[in-house]
């Protein structure tokens, strides 16, 4: 059963691209196609006329809004997408067409990633196992080999819920799965049934997936420089390229897709890479990022993470001295409503404790975040004269960061000191460090292989508060202890 459910994920690339064909004209499905590969939204509706009361439109309305949401470009929130696909799959159900089943499932599956990264577990295993009982249609011509590929990545499926969900089976079996998924990516990898865009598509999908399947992040790194070595370019593909290198700290590869995306422009057609661009730069201190910042603000119309683009400028005008600017959007930042996302919740949550703002606790962090550890580690030593004149709270996250410095940088004892003194603070109903502190002990130690201390902390962790990031660590710490379970 579990083998019939990513059918759908090769039929939303290829099944449909037949039937299209088949039905409509190889012009307008491949314009379609390629419009939404591009994230040229706006050319979807005068595309796809023809197709309209067709399955295949009903499917591209639920797939236009889940590319939407899922590349940050989504003028909607992740619930109204799920309403959106909601309403596809209803009209989905009373269709006879052949391949009614296939896009319905292929829905029940975009439903089911958005519910599980949104936290609904139940909710996305539902939707996962609705997908799986679908009845799907056979292909019998050409691309049959192909979609039947793809029909193994979707009977792998199950290891989406390996962080998450409880399924049947040990966890060495959950293990099993995750692995066979990643040989599956590599089988489509190298799979000669698809070609181009196609391929490329199935391949972005698929790693997506696989970062909720595999906690190991050069584990993802590693799979995605395999299988998207020779696909073909487009904004989408070098975006997920960076946020994997990005994610699994690789900066230098991370650095080099940022290069790519600028020499090709593909801030024009992703906003995304404005932001990614402005904050790369910011880290740097370089005050060319406020060019692209603001650049992401305006394009970005219905407001999302423009809250954390305002932090990054803010920052950079307040280790510069512009204290007057800095102070301006921490304004803005506390006058937005929209606090939906974890980089939403990092602005507010850091406009709200400006006043325990240091040149230096900020400057290192962004040293921390573009992999700079040593520079961070010595500019946080060298304020250690000032530190008498600290606050309490200044003190704890020097700590912290101190912490994480020397995690980064192997130095196991002293990330340990560090760590526990953030830990045995007492002030975690006021900021979010001693949990934090606590969860990257544990994954030092789990790392380490002394896997009854690493749970002595994230019990801790789980007993801290967190103010804003209280449910997110939490999750993150009961994963890491699943994941480590023998």
């Given at each position: 059963?579990?083998?019939?459910?990513?059918?759908?994920?090769?039929?939303?690339?290829v099944?449909?691209?037949?039937?299209?064909?088949?039905?409509?004209?190889?012009?307008?499905?491949?314009?379609?196609?390629?419009?939404?590969?591009?994230?040229n939204?706006?050319?979807?509706?005068?595309?796809?006329k023809?197709?309209?009361?067709?399955?295949?439109?009903?499917?591209?309305m639920?797939?236009?809004a889940?590319?939407k949401?899922?590349?940050?470009?989504?003028?909607?929130?992740?619930?109204?997408?799920?309403?959106?696909?909601?309403?596809?799959?209803?009209?989905?159900k009373?269709?006879?067409?052949?391949?009614?089943?296939?896009?319905?499932?292929?829905?029940?599956?975009?439903?089911?990633?958005l519910?599980?990264?949104?936290?609904n577990?139940?909710?996305?295993?539902?939707d996962?196992?609705?997908?799986?009982?679908?009845?799907?249609?056979?292909?019998?011509?050409h691309?049959?080999?192909?979609?039947?590929?793809?029909?193994?990545?979707?009977?792998?499926?199950?290891g989406?819920?390996?962080?998450?969900?409880?399924?049947?089976?040990?966890?060495?079996?959950?293990?099993?799965?995750?692995?066979?998924?990643?040989?599956?990516?590599?089988?489509?990898?190298?799979?000669?049934?698809?070609?181009?865009?196609?391929r490329?598509?199935?391949?972005?999908l698929?790693?997506?997936?696989?970062?909720?399947i595999e906690?190991?992040?050069?584990?993802?790194?590693?799979?995605?420089?395999?299988?998207?070595?020779?696909?073909?370019?487009?904004?989408?593909?070098?975006?997920?390229?960076?946020?994997?290198?990005?994610?699994?700290?690789?900066?230098?590869?991370?650095?080099?897709?940022?290069m790519?995306?600028?020499?090709?422009n593909?801030?024009?057609?992703l906003?995304?890479?404005?932001?990614?661009?402005?904050?790369?730069?910011?880290?740097?201190?370089?005050?060319?990022?406020?060019?692209?910042?603001?650049?992401?603000?305006?394009?970005?119309?219905?407001g999302?993470?423009?809250?954390?683009?305002?932090?990054?400028?803010?920052?950079?005008?307040y280790?510069?001295?512009?204290?007057?600017?800095?102070?301006?959007?921490?304004?803005?930042i506390?006058d937005?409503?929209?606090?939906?996302?974890?980089?939403?919740?990092?602005?507010?949550?850091?406009?709200?404790?400006?006043?325990?703002?240091?040149?230096?606790?900020?400057?290192?962090?962004?040293?921390?975040?573009?992999?700079?550890?040593?520079?961070?580690?010595?500019?946080?030593?060298?304020?250690?004269?000032?530190?008498?004149?600290?606050?309490?709270?200044?003190?704890?996250?020097m700590?912290?960061?101190?912490?994480?410095?020397?995690?980064?940088?192997?130095?196991?004892?002293?990330?340990?000191?560090?760590?526990?003194?953030?830990i045995?603070?007492?002030?975690?109903?006021?900021?979010?460090?001693?949990?934090?502190?606590?969860?990257?002990?544990?994954?030092?130690?789990?790392?380490?292989?002394?896997?009854?201390?690493a749970?002595?902390?994230?019990?801790?962790?789980?007993?801290?508060?967190?103010?804003?990031?209280?449910?997110?660590?939490?999750?993150?710490?009961?994963?890491?202890?699943?994941?480590?379970?023998?």
């Open positions: 059963m579990v083998k019939r459910a990513l059918k759908r994920l090769g039929c939303i690339i099944v449909w691209v037949l039937s299209l064909t088949c039905a409509f004209g190889q012009g307008k499905a491949d314009a379609a196609h390629q419009a939404l590969w591009e994230l939204f706006d050319q979807i509706p005068f595309l796809v023809p197709l309209q009361n067709t399955d295949a439109y009903h499917w591209l639920a797939y236009q889940f590319l949401t899922l590349t940050s470009t989504s003028t909607v929130n992740t619930t109204k997408t799920i309403t959106v696909i909601d309403a596809s799959a209803s009209a989905l009373k269709s006879k067409h052949p391949y009614a089943a296939n896009y319905l499932a292929v829905c029940y599956l975009y439903r089911s990633y519910q599980y990264t949104q936290g577990y139940w909710a996305a295993a539902n996962y196992y609705s997908a799986v009982n679908q009845n799907l249609t056979e292909g019998t011509d691309e049959t080999l192909a979609i039947k590929n793809q029909i193994e990545l979707v009977k792998l499926l199950a989406f819920y390996y962080n998450g969900v409880p399924i049947v089976g040990s966890v060495q079996g959950k293990r099993k799965k995750a692995e066979a998924y990643k040989v599956k990516c590599l089988e489509l990898a190298n799979h000669t049934g698809l070609t181009g865009v196609n490329a598509e199935t391949m972005v698929a790693l997506l997936l696989y970062q909720f906690p190991d992040e050069m584990a993802v790194y590693r799979l995605a420089n395999t299988c998207l070595k020779e696909v073909e370019l487009s904004p989408l593909v070098v975006l997920t390229q960076a946020k994997i290198a990005h994610r699994a700290k690789q900066f230098k590869e991370y650095e080099g897709y940022l790519q995306a600028m020499v090709n593909y801030e024009q057609r906003n995304q890479f404005n932001l990614e661009f402005g904050i790369n730069l910011a880290n740097k201190a370089d005050t060319l990022a406020l060019g692209y910042l603001n650049q992401y603000c305006t394009n970005q119309t219905n999302k993470n423009v809250t954390y683009a305002w932090l990054k400028m803010g920052w950079l005008y280790i510069n001295g512009h204290n007057a600017s800095a102070q301006l959007f921490v304004n803005k506390l937005h409503n929209n606090i939906t996302t974890d980089e939403e919740r990092q602005a507010y949550y850091e406009a709200s404790n400006s006043i325990n703002w240091t040149p230096e606790l900020i400057r290192s962090r962004m040293y921390f975040d573009i992999g700079y550890y040593t520079r961070a580690e010595q500019l946080l030593l060298k304020s250690k004269p000032d530190v008498e004149h600290y606050t309490k709270a200044q003190k704890l996250e700590a912290y960061r101190l912490g994480r410095c020397y995690q980064a940088l192997e130095n196991a004892a002293l990330a340990t000191r560090f760590y526990n003194m953030a045995t603070s007492g002030l975690d109903y006021q900021f979010y460090y001693p949990a934090y502190a606590a969860y990257y002990m544990a994954q030092m130690l789990y790392q380490k292989g002394q896997h009854q201390q749970e002595t902390y994230v019990n801790q962790c789980l007993k801290l508060d967190s103010p804003i990031y209280k449910e997110s660590i939490h999750q993150k710490a009961r994963l890491l202890k699943q994941y480590h379970q023998p």
